[in-house]
């Protein structure tokens, strides 16, 4: 519970300078099985203070935010989300980074394959286009951003 209340007061602090802030959703665009983001996934689980593996979702541990709800493995990881939901939202809407790189298009994924950048979470269709992706994650993380924001007018998660 004392490593929880560290993550907490680290994404706290983190929130509070407006560090992941991001306007103009435009959920309509994201890849959600109603309204269910990430395919029941755990948003949290990806990262370190959530266990570093993607874990799925308990249907009991739900969070809704701006429109989309996440599942969560933990109410830990529940709590931790809350204080900063924009760290763990997936890039994209929660479509495949390579084809919006490549292509501008809209595919869906695999939600056990990903690539961490960052404060940044990509997630890939096939283990081949992650490979593609993770050739030069800058070049290709800049013009993902770029056809995402044309494609749908949201600036990109950062």
Not at 104 to 109: A, E, L, Q, Y
Request: a positive charge; one cysteine or more.
């Amino acid at each position: 519970m004392k490593s929880l209340t560290k993550w907490v007061t680290i994404l706290f602090a983190l929130f509070s300078l407006g560090a992941f802030a991001q306007e103009g959703r435009n959920v309509s665009e994201y890849n959600l099985d109603g309204d269910l983001g990430l395919k029941g996934y755990d948003p949290v689980s990806y990262f370190a203070e959530g266990g570093s593996k993607p874990a799925k979702g308990n249907a009991q541990i739900t969070h809704h935010h701006e429109g989309v709800t996440y599942r969560f493995s933990s109410v830990e990881n529940r709590e931790i989300f809350k204080v900063m939901p924009e760290r763990y939202e997936p890039t994209y809407g929660g479509y495949c980074a390579w084809a919006m790189a490549a292509s501008g298009s809209k595919v869906d994924i695999d939600p056990t394959l990903y690539t961490i950048d960052g404060n940044r979470i990509h997630f890939f269709i096939a283990p081949g286009t992650k490979r593609s992706f993770d050739r030069n994650v800058a070049r290709f993380s800049a013009r993902a951003d770029r056809n995402w924001e044309n494609l749908t007018g949201e600036k990109p998660r950062l």
